[in-house]
C-alpha cells in the first residue's frame, strides 16, 4: 500500500510511522485509519522490526480525534460497524503487536487518538500535551476501546469522570494518574522514546513478545493470565535466545540475540 496520510521509515530495527495530516491535526479518517491497519500488520510480520514508535507531525497534536464529518449521518448500524472495525484492525491490532508500541505524544490526545495511545504499549507525552476523551460533548461515547483501555490505566473512578465531564488532562495530570508513563519536554520526546526502545532492543525479541501476550491476557474476560504465563514462559526454553541468554550469563558476557 502506497502510504498518503502516514509516514513509515524502518531505522535501526524501529519502525518510525508518523501521522502526517499536521493541518488537520493528524485526524483520524477513514484512509489513514485503513494505512495504520496496514502498517501495523507489516510491523507485526516482519522480522527486522524490533519495535515501532508511533507519533503526529508537527508539535501541536499527536491526534487530535476522528474526522467527525464522516460519520455525522450514520445510524446506529453504520457507528457499530464503523467501531467494530476500527478496534479489530487498528486499535486491537496494535494492542496486541508482538512488537513493543511507544507512542509518543507530541500535543493533543483526544477521542480516538487518546483511544490510539492508549493501544500503544507504552506512552510518553511532552510537555504540552493535553489528553481527553471529549465524545458526549458530540453525543457519543469512545467507540475505540477508550472506555475499557482508560478503565484499565487509571481506575473506574477517574476514567468515568474523565469520560462523563469530556475534560482533558495535562501531561502532568496524565503521568500523576498513570495514563502516561513519562514526560519529558516537547524537544526531548523522540530521545526519550529511542532511550527506552535502545534498551528493548538488546533484550530477546520472542521473549519480549511472550511477555506482551501474557501482559495482554491479565486484561482479558476470556482468559486466564496465569495459564497464558505458564504456556509463554514453556514457549521461551525452546528459543535459541533462551540458550544464548544463558550461555551469556554464565560466560559472563552480553548476549547476541537473533530472535530465534
Known amino acids: 500500500m502506497t502510504y498518503q496520510n502516514i509516514l513509515s521509515a524502518l531505522k535501526s530495527g524501529v519502525l518510525y510511522i508518523t501521522i502526517n495530516r499536521e493541518q488537520k491535526l493528524n485526524a483520524l479518517n477513514k484512509e489513514t485509519l485503513a494505512e495504520l491497519a496496514d502498517v501495523i500488520a507489516y510491523a507485526g510480520r516482519t522480522e527486522d522490526v524490533r519495535a515501532v514508535l508511533l507519533t503526529g507531525a508537527g508539535e501541536k497534536a499527536f491526534v487530535a480525534g476522528a474526522d467527525i464529518s464522516e460519520f455525522a449521518d450514520y445510524s446506529a448500524e453504520n457507528g457499530e460497524e464503523l467501531a467494530r472495525n476500527?478496534?479489530?484492525?487498528?486499535?486491537?491490532?496494535?494492542?496486541?503487536?508482538?512488537?513493543?508500541?511507544?507512542?509518543?505524544?507530541?500535543?493533543?490526545?483526544?477521542?480516538?487518538g487518546l483511544e490510539l495511545a492508549m493501544a500503544c504499549h507504552i506512552r510518553i507525552a511532552s510537555e504540552n500535551a493535553r489528553l481527553g476523551l471529549p465524545e458526549?460533548?458530540?453525543?457519543?461515547?469512545?467507540?475505540y476501546g477508550g472506555t475499557q483501555r482508560l478503565t484499565q490505566l487509571v481506575g473506574r473512578g477517574k476514567a468515568i469522570e474523565m469520560i462523563v465531564t469530556a475534560d482533558m488532562v495535562t501531561a502532568d495530570q496524565a503521568e500523576k494518574i498513570g495514563l502516561v508513563?513519562?514526560?519529558?519536554?516537547?524537544?526531548?520526546?523522540?530521545?526519550?522514546a529511542e532511550e527506552l526502545l535502545t534498551k528493548i532492543k538488546l533484550r530477546?525479541?520472542?521473549?519480549?513478545?511472550?511477555?506482551?501476550?501474557?501482559?495482554?491476557?491479565?486484561?482479558?474476560?476470556?482468559?486466564?493470565?496465569?495459564?497464558?504465563?505458564?504456556?509463554?514462559?514453556?514457549?521461551?526454553?525452546?528459543?535459541?535466545?533462551?540458550?544464548?541468554?544463558?550461555?551469556?550469563?554464565?560466560e559472563k558476557r552480553k548476549p547476541v540475540f537473533t530472535g530465534k
Open 204 to 250: 530477546a525479541p520472542l521473549a519480549v513478545a511472550c511477555a506482551i501476550e501474557a501482559v495482554n491476557a491479565s486484561l482479558s474476560f476470556d482468559v486466564n493470565g496465569f495459564e497464558a504465563e505458564i504456556k509463554a514462559f514453556g514457549q521461551c526454553f525452546d528459543t535459541a535466545d533462551f540458550k544464548e541468554g544463558t550461555t551469556a550469563f554464565l
Open 136 to 143: 458526549v460533548s458530540l453525543g457519543l461515547i469512545p467507540g
Open 181 to 192: 508513563n513519562y514526560v519529558v519536554p516537547q524537544t526531548e520526546l523522540l530521545a526519550k
Open 86 to 112: 476500527g478496534q479489530k484492525n487498528v486499535f486491537d491490532a496494535l494492542a496486541n503487536c508482538p512488537k513493543p508500541v511507544i507512542a509518543a505524544i507530541n500535543g493533543f490526545a483526544l477521542g480516538g
